[in-house]
C-alpha cells in the first residue's frame, strides 16, 4: 500500500515479487506500467496485472484522467483496471491529493500550506477530513479483508 510515488512503487513490487497478494494505489499513476515511448505513444506493459488491485482517487487525479482521451490505453493505472482480472477504483469526492494522508488530521496547517495554490486555481478538499480517512480507512480494511483473509466479496466500487 502506498500513496502518490509510494502508490507507484507499491503496485511496481508486486509485479517483481511473487510475496505480494494485494495492492492499494493511492491516488497515483502506475509508473512502472510505462515500459517504452515509441512514435509519440507510451508502450504499456501487456502482461496482466498478478494480484487485486485497489486504487482510491482523489478529485485532482480524476479531473486529470477524464481530460485524457482514450485515456483506459494511454493512463497506465487506467489500463491496469480496464484490463485486470480484479482492478478496483474508488473516488472519494470533495478530495486532493493530501486528503488521502493523515496530513489533513495531524497537520491542518501544513496541508494548507501546501494545497494553497490549488485552491487558488478552484480545486482543494471540501470533504470533511474525518469522513475522508475514515471512508479510505473501512475500504481498505474490507478489501485487505477479502483479498488478504478471504473474508467476503469486494464490492466497493465507485463514488463516495
Known amino acids: 500500500m502506498g500513496h502518490s ?6 503496485a511496481q513490487v508486486a509485479r517483481e515479487r511473487n510475496d505480494i497478494d494485494a495492492v492499494i494505489n ?3 499513476d502506475l509508473l512502472g506500467e510505462y515500459l517504452d515511448y ?7 506493459n501487456d502482461k496482466v496485472y498478478p494480484v487485486p488491485i485497489l486504487t ?3 478529485d485532482d487525479m480524476m479531473r486529470l484522467i477524464a481530460a485524457i482521451p482514450d485515456a483506459n490505453t ?3 493505472v487506467k489500463h491496469v483496471s480496464a484490463t485486470a482480472p480484479k482492478a478496483y477504483e474508488v473516488h472519494i469526492a470533495g478530495t486532493d491529493h493530501q486528503s488521502l494522508t493523515d496530513l489533513p488530521l495531524v497537520s491542518p496547517f501544513l496541508v ?5 495554490s490549488v485552491k487558488k486555481a478552484g480545486g482543494g478538499e ?3 477530513k474525518y469522513y475522508v480517512i475514515e471512508k479510505m480507512n473501512y475500504i481498505v480494511l474490507v478489501f485487505f479483508n477479502v483479498y488478504l483473509k478471504g473474508e467476503g466479496n469486494f464490492n466497493l466500487e465507485g463514488t463516495y
Open 126 to 128: 471540501t470533504a470533511d
Open 74 to 76: 494511454v493512463v497506465a
Open 56 to 58: 482510491i482517487f482523489a
Open 5 to 10: 510515488l509510494g502508490g507507484a512503487a507499491s
Open 38 to 44: 515509441v512514435d509519440g505513444k507510451y508502450v504499456m
Open 112 to 116: 494548507s500550506m501546501i494545497t494553497n
Open 26 to 28: 493511492l491516488d497515483a
